[in-house]
């Protein structure tokens, strides 16, 4: 009966051990990472009836890529990389999570920006999903949708 057991306990310390869990958001953010896809759709856009949309996949040498850095105490800078390589356009700020989403705050083209994402993980990175006020016409009807990939030093 002992050894019936101890088999059991075992197999069954086997498998917990086999069973990795699973990076929380807030571990998983705690990198570096570039932007491969956006979309931002303005549905009143300046308080009008019209759509606007703005997309880039970031394809065919684009002029700017933005990327980013989350660092573990819950600073992050992000920046734009130009052809030559520079960064440019500095910003620094603060990141908090919350279950799955991610909430940032900096200071940005003369704006103090407050804004929260849900957040997916994909194989490459992420996928961010906010409601903003990304045209300034004071309704936070606006929709963006990031996707990003994890740089990889």
């Not at 990198?31 to 896809?37: L, N, R």
């Not at 009008?48 to 700017?64: A, G, I, R």
């Not at 999570?97 to 940032?104: A, E, G, K, R, T």
């Not at 300034?136 to 990939?149: A, F, H, N, P, V």
Request: glycine fraction near 4%; aromatic fraction near 14%; hydrophobic fraction near 35%.
């Amino acid at each position: 009966m002992k050894l019936k057991i101890s088999i059991y306990f075992l197999v069954f310390c086997m498998l917990f051990a086999a069973c990795s869990k699973e990076k929380s958001i807030e571990n998983f953010m705690v990198d570096s990472w570039q932007t491969t896809y956006l979309k931002i759709e303005m549905n009143t856009v300046n308080k009008t009836d019209s759509l606007q949309v703005y997309e880039d996949k970031f394809d065919n040498n684009p002029e700017l890529i933005a990327q980013s850095k989350y660092n573990k105490d819950g600073t992050f800078s992000a920046w734009f990389k130009n052809q030559k390589g520079e960064k440019i356009s500095p910003s620094n700020g603060t990141w908090s999570v919350i279950n799955d989403s991610l909430f940032v705050e900096y200071h940005y083209n003369g704006r103090d920006m407050k804004v929260g994402y849900h957040i997916k993980k994909t194989d490459k990175g992420f996928v961010a999903k906010s409601k903003y006020d990304w045209d300034e016409d004071g309704d936070y009807d606006d929709i963006l949708t990031m996707k990003t990939k994890k740089i990889t030093q």
